[in-house]
């Protein structure tokens, strides 16, 4: 099993910025997607960027300009730098990853426990 685990979540000012890790561990073949996810009180859990084993991203559309996502193949992790935060940003973030973490079979997503991002003033 693949275990991801969330950091960095905490309250930020509008227009503030925040930086998340996630480190994936336990048993890994491969990690070939990884990404970032939210879900905000009475809303459904949403994409908010997506990056490939090779570097090729893809954000949401309320997120573009603002969020950069990257990534540490040797380290098995995946960041979210967030710039210029929005109350309507808040949420809990969730780290996803998909990977094979047996030989028996193939990939699977994996998701972490979340880490809450609140922006208020």
């Known amino acids: 099993q693949v275990h991801l685990v969330e950091s960095g979540g905490g309250l930020v000012q509008p227009g503030g910025s925040l930086g998340l890790s996630c480190a994936a561990s336990?048993?890994?073949?491969?990690?070939?997607?990884m990404g970032w996810y939210r879900q905000a009180p009475g809303k459904e859990r949403e994409s908010v960027a997506v990056?490939?084993?090779?570097?090729?991203?893809n954000y949401g559309d309320s997120v573009k300009g603002r969020f950069t996502i990257s990534r540490d193949n040797a380290k098995n992790m995946v960041y979210l730098q967030m710039n210029n935060l929005k109350p309507e940003d808040t949420a809990v973030y969730y780290c996803?990853?998909?990977?094979?973490?047996?030989?028996?079979?193939?990939?699977?997503?994996?998701w972490g426990q979340g880490t809450q991002v609140t922006i208020s003033s």
């Open positions: 996803n990853a998909v990977a094979q973490s047996s030989r028996y079979f193939g990939n699977r997503a994996y």
């Open positions: 336990g048993t890994i073949i491969s990690i070939s997607a």
């Open positions: 990056i490939s084993s090779g570097g090729s991203t």
